[in-house]
Structures are given as structure tokens and as C-alpha cells.
């Protein structure tokens, strides 16, 4: 059984940052391509970030410069280290396997004026 979980969310003031961690079980890991998303009150979700299996990355225009995933495949670990961040990053973030649709449970961030 495949399980996806997030952690590492939590309040911080604009200007800090948080790290992310998603881990995965239950699957290869090395192979698979991984992404963040987020979804905020009253919006719809939307594509952070994405990892491939080489490590090359993308990049949402809203977090790129401030935001940056990587991966751990001795870890079948995840990360999303978010830095600058801003109240409208507040959300809750959810991390992916990409093309495989399974999701982790997600994790609240939250970011005061």
C-alpha cells in the first residue's frame, strides 16, 4: 500500500521560513517524478513544485527564487524548503507522485502579516 506523509508545516511569520518533508512508502521510489501543491481557502489547488527522477526541477512563477524541492532516495523522502515566505502562501500543501495520483494527507502552513 502506497502512503504519502507530509510534515514539517506550521505558523511562522512572513520573511521566515518552514522545510517540508513528505515520506513515501510502499512503492519504488527512486524512479518516480514528485511534486507540492497547495490549496488555499476558498481556491482551487495548484502545482508548487515538481522533482524528476534525476533530480532536475520546476517551479510555479509564485514560488520560484523563494521555494525549492529536492529528494532523498536514500530516505524515500520529499523536501519543500520555503524561505521569504508570504501571507498569501498560506495554505495546506500536499505532496504527490506525479503520473501515479497518490497524495499524502497534506500539511497546514500558515503565515502571518
Known amino acids: 500500500q502506497v502512503r504519502l506523509v507530509e510534515s514539517g508545516g506550521g505558523l511562522v511569520e512572513a520573511g521566515g521560513s518552514l522545510r517540508l518533508s513528505c515520506a513515501i512508502s510502499?512503492?519504488?521510489?527512486?524512479?518516480?517524478?514528485y511534486g507540492w501543491y497547495r490549496q488555499a481557502p476558498g481556491k482551487q489547488r495548484e502545482w508548487v513544485a515538481r522533482?524528476?527522477?534525476?533530480?532536475?526541477?520546476n517551479y510555479a512563477d509564485s514560488v520560484r527564487g523563494r521555494f525549492a524541492i529536492s529528494r532523498d532516495n536514500a530516505k524515500n523522502t520529499v523536501y519543500l524548503e520555503m524561505n521569504s515566505l508570504k501571507p498569501e502562501d498560506t495554505a495546506v500543501y500536499y505532496c504527490?507522485?506525479?503520473?501515479?495520483?497518490?497524495w499524502g494527507q497534506g500539511t497546514q502552513v500558515t503565515v502571518s502579516p
Open positions: 504527490k507522485v506525479e503520473l501515479r495520483n497518490y
Open positions: 510502499g512503492m519504488t521510489f527512486t524512479t518516480n517524478f
Open positions: 522533482i524528476n527522477n534525476h533530480g532536475g526541477t
